[in-house]
């Protein structure tokens, strides 16, 4: 598979270099766009559109979407101001969104401001190889401008946060400062009375909030009022480098904390001008040990940084080799995962950042409180669902994310939850999960009847991560305790009875059930092999096999396909477990089980919903994304593949209904039931955990031997894993991939793990040329028509007010006499200088009117007022597409000159893929009216 997979990246590659002449087109049209997503108390989304209004425009919100985060953009150019983030009622005419595109790590939002065409970049890193930046509880926001009328322009921009960021109480009074370590300008904020490991409204209510910008010329910024602070940039297009010392609650009367830049006069920025957005606590997890003491566990950074202050000066200055690396990273995913299918990558760009930020990264201390490097452990909230810790039934949908990020993060995750039951000996299956109150993990929490479910779903997530990590180490640790889940389920997973499966049923029997069990037994066989136990290794096999063959007399019914329950004919099911068999690679079930289910899918599929299949025979209307993501992965014909990964696309794009990204969903109705903005939906990277090639797992003893080293004796010698015949083929692979193209480009297999022994696939990957991607700032591959959103008031904080959606206004449009392809020139590459020389404040004066309207500030509007103060303030935006619609073929500005970009762009490459008729309907929607809301999909 690894050849191919090869092939077909580097032809995409090059393939895009060809036509990323013209912008991609937007193909998602998502309700919740991913802001700023990095951990499970920093998750803050666009709530684009869960209302029928395409032209509003709101505050950004928490993923709860309960919740405003106060957030603003603005940029005044010739002295008139725009709002681009944020529904300041007086900020100013809101931007037009012209183009929106998601990448795993980016969403970026293409606008017009007046004579400017902005570009602003959210950009939340993803750091596989670095697990200390990785922890970084910080994201990117980065603007560019560029003159649309070719003459230049005296710019400012400007942006803030309120204290919303701090907690979900919103009368939490709250204290502030204006820092400058000498590289970087911050703003730090925090609560009076901050309460650790609590929370409110999903928000935590022990950490501290920061906005950050590197100090440098034509830098401002205040702490005031909402109202004091915005109408002082919009007057004089800079601030007072004053701080309020009226500390007070959030609100009602909002303190923001804004930085300002006067680029002076420009045609385009040089550089792009970033703030960085963090929300910070430390400790992260409390956690009782095995031992019974309670253990508070610090962020990962602290091993490296010895204050935020240094994590803040890190963090702002990194940005350029951040954005690379983010690039880089965006290029190897989408670029696998469009060879799937353009669907396929759309789902896993929306995926990314919510499933990676369902973890904490934390390092243990000692009773000094001093950290200890050699303690590492993962965190995982169950977001969406509820509050509990480490949730195994979700560590095992998310799971191919993290396998193909990085898969020791896997092992992070799960050792904790291994460790903690290495001494429950009177407990034959595993717990569910560590707690039920994030971030308070107070033990390892087993129920007699999650027994199969979750001793399965931990014995095949310890075998998956040590098969692409390479690293036994856990494997020998935990043997003891993994062979009695292992004898646990081989007595009970074949007629499950008094047991309940992931998705909450209960009945007995249950064939999908029984088959996860069955193959973690399976799986017991390779950890044995693994472990050097080859007696056990044979038993496990050979239970394995009996279990497997009576499974499938009991499981099968008067048709051909496996029946939801034995005996119960007209029952079905997703099979979904039967993925684990393709995620460990031990082919396992017969292949005409699997021929035979996808057949009966395809049937299926001809009168399913198009949102998808439900999860199974008794469950209605319910489907779930992770689940119909992994039945995709393992069906053997790309047809039934493909309209699986459908379903979910729809579901995704169908923003007629509120809510993050949810797992599980009506699909009738589109609502979204549970799993909002939750870490399930990393299962979408089920076949990406496909493309990484399995490694000799070593059981080599680690260096770090964190103490609870037991094993079974020392002679473990490894390698049941097939790495050297992979790397053969590898090697030949990419032989004839030389020879048939010239140049290509290959983005560098992410490592697996932290510097692990993995030789045989690196050395591979590396001797095809590492190019690295993009020009750092070339928006190739950016935009896509997307819809302006317009803005609307502050919605209440009230649990029951949805936000109305509309881009914050994101808003734009874009015209562009100007190439994009300017941005490429050699001499714009450069992030070193600014040319903020030529500024000329005398330009600016702000009408009176504007003035006037300063005096409404910011007010709490409720939902439903919002929408219609939203119809009247912007309906400007209604506007129809600017005469260089990106989207049609023959503006394609983008490209230009830039050719020294050849931008790998997979989403061009997307967008040529889309059909043909789509392409055309888009574009004609976009025409007639810009912001329509995406496609509605017909209910049955
Ligand atoms: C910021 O400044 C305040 C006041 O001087 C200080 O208490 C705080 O520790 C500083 N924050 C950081 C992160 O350095
Ligand atoms: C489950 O299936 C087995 C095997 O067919 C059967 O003996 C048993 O009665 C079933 N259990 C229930 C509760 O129906
Ligand atoms: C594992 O089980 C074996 C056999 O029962 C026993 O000898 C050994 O001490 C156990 N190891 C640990 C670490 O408990
Ligand atoms: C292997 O995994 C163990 C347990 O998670 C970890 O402590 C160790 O650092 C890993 N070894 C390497 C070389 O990454
Ligand atoms: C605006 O900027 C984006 C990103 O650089 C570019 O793709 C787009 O073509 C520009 N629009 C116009 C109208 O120049
Ligand atoms: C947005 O588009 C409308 C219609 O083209 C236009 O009238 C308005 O000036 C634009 N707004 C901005 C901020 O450019």
Redesign the pocket.
Known sequence: MLPHTLWSFLFLSVFSSFVSAQGPVQTLFPASIPLAVKHPYMSVWYASSNTSLPLSNSWPVFWGQASIIGWAGKIRVDGTTYKWLGNDPNGGAPANVTNVQFTPTRTIFVMQAGPMNLTVTFLTPIEPDDWVKQSIPFSYISVEAQSLDGNSHAVQLYSDISAEWLSGNRSSPVQW???N?GNTL?H?IELQQPQQDVEINHQAQDGKA?YAMPVKTGVSWQIDTDQNTRSTFVSNGNLHNTASTAFAPISPVFTVFAIAIDLGTITLTSDPVTWSVGYVRDPVISYTTATGATQQRRPLWATQYS???DV?DAFTADFPAAHDRAVALDAQILGSASQISSEYADLVALATRQAVSALDFTVGTDSKGNVDPGDVKLFMKNIGTDQRVSPVEHIFAAFPTYLYLNASWGGALLEPLLELQDNQVGQQFAAQDLGDSYPVASGARGAAAQGIEQSGNMLITLLAQARLSGNGTLLIQHYNTTKRWADYLNNNALTPNGQRNADGETSANMTNLAIKGIIGVKAMAEIARVVGEEVDAAQYDGQAAALLGEWQSLATGTSSHLLGRYGDQGTWSLMYNMFADKMLGLNFIPQTVISEQTQFYSSLLTTASQLGLPIDSDSGQTSNAAWLLFTSAFVSDSTVRDNLIKGVHNHANFNQSSGVFPEIYNDATGAGLNGFAGPALGALFSHLALTVPNTTISTATSTTGTGDGNGNGGDHKGGSSNGGAIAGGVIGGLAIVGIAIGIFFLIRRRRRNQGFDEREKIEIVEQAPHVPTLAPYSYYEHPAPGSPRAGAGYVPVSPHSETTAGFAGLGSGGDGQHGAGHHLSEGNLAYATDSFESMQPSAVHVSKAREAAQTRVHAYAPSIATSSAVGSALGSQTGSASSRDPLSPGSGSATGSGSVATSLSPTDVLGLRAEVENLRRVMQEIRAERFEPPPEYVEE
């Open positions: 400062s204006n820092n370590t911050f730090e920061y204050s935020v202050a803040i």
